[in-house]
Structure formats: structure tokens, C-alpha cells
């Protein structure tokens, strides 16, 4: 990608690879705040803000290298998207319209957190939930921001805590999981097959399929998942026609179709027919 970084920003003159908009619309990130000038974006205790002029992008930040990672500016998209579009021509309208997505390097911690609040939610609602905790439990990081608050200054938070910032349900799952990483749930998935490292995700309370899917894809950037939801669910009935498969069954099979690519593939399907309201 065509970047170069002059004191504590980052200037993209590429923007048919980086696309703000498609970025964080397609599903995947949730703590970012739309600006007069453009966005501010949050991960883990830092933020960045963003402005998108016409034929370039800037990131400001303190620290400008830690953004050059999150944002996944080392990897070629141009070749990514060539080689979906050359291998699965389903694929062609959608990375078109998608073209610039690119899949976020996420904190895993922060991840689970996320998308366990994410199940049967809608992304206001989500966005909500977690600007909420950060504001109530989180470390100020600058006048009006806050961080994400790490499990250990979560672990005396009861399931009261997480109801009252709009948890629903997902309150007992957030206090119970939360739990097992202060208590030696490890997070570290290096060396284990994507298979292993989802069953042991979903040994956390309110991690079924999709949410470890969504975790290692976001995560871990294991791109061998396929995240299904209802938009996705249609992906499936489109490419093979309607079943009644479950949904992970649906997910085994569209990853055994896309393979190493699924999770590139979801991206950009799932932006495409969610913004298109494809039936």
C-alpha cells in the first residue's frame, strides 16, 4: 500500500485501497465516533483521529506505527481482491462496491468483549454499550476519551454493572467469561489450527459459532473463517440454494468453497448484500 509516515501521521495516497466508509461499515469494528473532519477512532488505550479528503487519507496519532498494524497497511490488497475476483466471480460486484475494505488487526481481548454485546444487537446499540463501559470503567486517555477496560478492572463488575450500561442477557455471559480470562483463559492462539483455537474460544460463556468466528477473523485475522449471519446466510443460498442447513454447517461449507480467502470473501459479501438489502 502506498503510505509514507511524516511525524506522527500517516498519509495514504492510495484510496482505492482504503475506503474509511467500507472499513467501518462492514461489521467489524464498533468504537469510532463520525467527526465534522472525519472519524476518531478508539483501540484498546489509544486513538487515532482520520479525515478522508479526495485522493488521500491522513491518520494522526501519537503513536503512528501502532496504526500502521491496526489498519493492515503492509498487506496488498490489490492481489487479494485479484484473486477473488480471478478465483469466484460471485465475487465481482461485491468487491467492487466494497474495494476499500480491509480487514482490521483488533485486540482479540477487546474482541471477544465486543462481540459477545454484538449477538441479536444492532451496531447503534453495540456502539452504545461499549462507549458506556469505556466512560464507566475505563482509563481517561485524553479530555473527552477513554480506553477500553482490560478484564482486570472489569472482574468486580456484577452483572447489575453490565445491565445497566444496556447488556441485556449477555450481562451474565460478560461477567462469567470475563471471570475465566482473570482466571488463566489464554488468549494466545499461536500454534493452534483455526479449529482449535475456535473450540477453545467457545469453551467462553456467549461464544458460540458466529461470535468465534467473528473474534478469529477480527482478532487473530484467521481468514480461513466465514462469520454467517442472516445477510450471509443469504451468500449461502445464493452460491448453492436455499436448505434448511444450520448455520454452521453453512459455514463449514462456504469455507471449504472460499478457502484461505473465506474470511476476505465474508467481508466484502457481507458489506455488499447488507448496504444493498439483497433478499
Given amino acids: 500500500m502506498n503510505y509514507e509516515i511524516l511525524?506522527?501521521?500517516?498519509?495514504i495516497k492510495d484510496t482505492e485501497e482504503f475506503v474509511p466508509r467500507h472499513i467501518l461499515e462492514c461489521g467489524q469494528a464498533f468504537r469510532y465516533l463520525n467527526c465534522d473532519s472525519g472519524h476518531k477512532i478508539f483501540s484498546k488505550n489509544?486513538?487515532?483521529g482520520l479525515i478522508y479528503i479526495q485522493g488521500y487519507v491522513t491518520i494522526e496519532s501519537i503513536n503512528p506505527l501502532e496504526y500502521v498494524h491496526y489498519f493492515d497497511l503492509e498487506r496488498d490488497y490489490s492481489a487479494i481482491k485479484a484473486n477473488l475476483t480471478g478465483s469466484f466471480g460471485i465475487l465481482d460486484k461485491a468487491v467492487e462496491f466494497g474495494k476499500g475494505i480491509r480487514i482490521l488487526n483488533q485486540d482479540p481481548y477487546e474482541m471477544i468483549i465486543s462481540f459477545i454485546i454484538s449477538a441479536n444487537n444492532n451496531i447503534p446499540r453495540i456502539?452504545?454499550?461499549l462507549n458506556r463501559m469505556c466512560e464507566r470503567a475505563g482509563e481517561r486517555i485524553g479530555a473527552n476519551e477513554f480506553g477500553f477496560p482490560s478484564s482486570e478492572m472489569l472482574k468486580d463488575k456484577g452483572v447489575d454493572f453490565f445491565r445497566d450500561l444496556g447488556c441485556g442477557y449477555r450481562a451474565s455471559y460478560l461477567v462469567k467469561t470475563i471471570d475465566a480470562i482473570n482466571n488463566g483463559f489464554n488468549l494466545?492462539?499461536?500454534?493452534?489450527?483455526?479449529?482449535?483455537?475456535?473450540?477453545r474460544l467457545m469453551t467462553l460463556t456467549g461464544v458460540g459459532r458466529k461470535v468465534a468466528d467473528c473474534i478469529l477473523l477480527f482478532g487473530y485475522h484467521r481468514t480461513d473463517v466465514f462469520p454467517v449471519d442472516v445477510w450471509t446466510e443469504r451468500v449461502y443460498d445464493g452460491l448453492f440454494?436455499?436448505?434448511?442447513?444450520t448455520a454452521e454447517r453453512k459455514a463449514d461449507i462456504l469455507c471449504s468453497y472460499f478457502g484461505n480467502m473465506s474470511g476476505y470473501a465474508q467481508q466484502y459479501l457481507y458489506y455488499y448484500y447488507r448496504e444493498n438489502n439483497i433478499k
Fill in 7 to 11: 511525524n506522527n501521521k500517516i498519509l
Fill in 46 to 48: 489509544s486513538f487515532c
Fill in 127 to 129: 456502539k452504545g454499550i
Fill in 188 to 199: 494466545d492462539m499461536s500454534g493452534l489450527t483455526t479449529q482449535e483455537a475456535r473450540k
Fill in 241 to 245: 440454494g436455499e436448505s434448511d442447513y
